[in-house]
C-alpha cells in the first residue's frame, strides 16, 4: 500500500477548482450506488449469519464481548457512537486536504488511491449486501448502541444518518467496512508522511480504534474490517495503473479537441528568415575562419591610415 504514496502524482499540484467537482462527482456516485445497491432483507440476513457462524468456527468473534462492553458502559458506548457517526466524514477530507497542502507530490497518488478502494467497495455492496450485526434478531445477542444512545445525538435507529433521514443510507451495506478501510488509509499517510512521532502514533492508532468502534457498536463484523482493509490493499496495487489509464485518456482528449495549425504555418520560428550579409545573429558562435576574414579587412585598413597618420 505504501507504492501508492510513493509514487509522484504528476510535476504539478492539481488544481483546487478541478479537484473538488472530481471528488464530489465521485463520492456522489457512492452515495448514490450505497442506495442503488439496496436487496431484500433475507438475503443480507443470511449473509450475515453466515459471516457470523464464520467466525464462530474460526474463534474470531470479538463483537460480542466489545458490544456487551459498551452497552454496559455508556462512558465508552457514547463517544464509540459519536466517533462512528463522525470521524468517517472529518477525519478523511482533513487528511486529504492535507496531503494537498503539505505534501502535495503524492497527493494525486493518494487521491486515486481512495477514489479506486470507494469504487471497489461499492462493488462489494452490490454483490454481498450483509445485515450488520444491531440488526440482526435480538436472540443473537446484539444490541444497537446507536438506538441506545440516541438521545445523546443527532442520530436516529437508522445508523449514523439524522433522525428522520434514514432512507439516505443503505444500512445493508456492510460488507467491507469503508469506515476501516478509510481509517487505514489516513493511518497509512499519517504514518507515511508525519514528521511528529505523535502524529505517527495517531495513524496507528485511528485505524484500530475504527476497527474497535466498528465492532463495539454492532455496525460490522470482524471480517467486514478484514475485507475493508482488503479492499484497500487491492486499490493501493491498483493506483499507478489507474493513473497511467487516466494520463493516456487525458492526452487522447487534449490531442483531439486541439486548436488545429493554420495550413502553410510552419512551426519553426526562424523557417524562411535571412540575415544580410555580415550580420551575425546573437549569440551564435563564428568560426575561425570567419573571425580570420574579418579579421582581415580590418587589418588592411589599419594599414591604409598607418602611412598617413605617419604624414
Known sequence: MSLATAAPASRHRPRWWAELPLIAVVYAVYSAGR???????AT????????????KTLFLNAEHPLNRLMTAHATIGIPA????????????????????????????????WLMTSTLLGLIGFALMP???????????GFVDTMA??????????EASAPRGMGWMTNQYAAMPSLHVGWALWCGILLWRHGRHPLVRAVG??????????????????FLDAVAGAAVMGVGALLTKPVMRLADRVGAAAATRFAPASPAGNSPIVSAGCKTSAGERIPGQRTSSADSTGSAAPAAAAAGDDAPAAAR
Open 81 to 112: 457512537d459519536f466517533a462512528y457517526a463522525s470521524l468517517h466524514y472529518v477525519v478523511t477530507p482533513a487528511i486529504l486536504i492535507w496531503i494537498y497542502r503539505r505534501h502535495s507530490a503524492a497527493y494525486r497518488a493518494a487521491r486515486t
Open 130 to 140: 450483509t445485515c450488520p450485526p444491531r440488526l440482526l434478531h435480538a436472540t443473537h
Open 44 to 55: 443480507a440476513v443470511d449473509h450475515g449469519l453466515r459471516i457470523l457462524h464464520l467466525e
Open 148 to 157: 441506545q444512545y440516541s438521545s445523546y445525538g443527532w442520530w436516529g435507529t
Open 35 to 41: 442506495l442503488l445497491v439496496r436487496s431484500d432483507v
Open 204 to 221: 496507528i492508532a485511528y485505524p484500530l480504534v475504527t476497527t474497535f468502534v466498528v465492532m463495539g457498536t454492532a455496525n460490522h463484523y
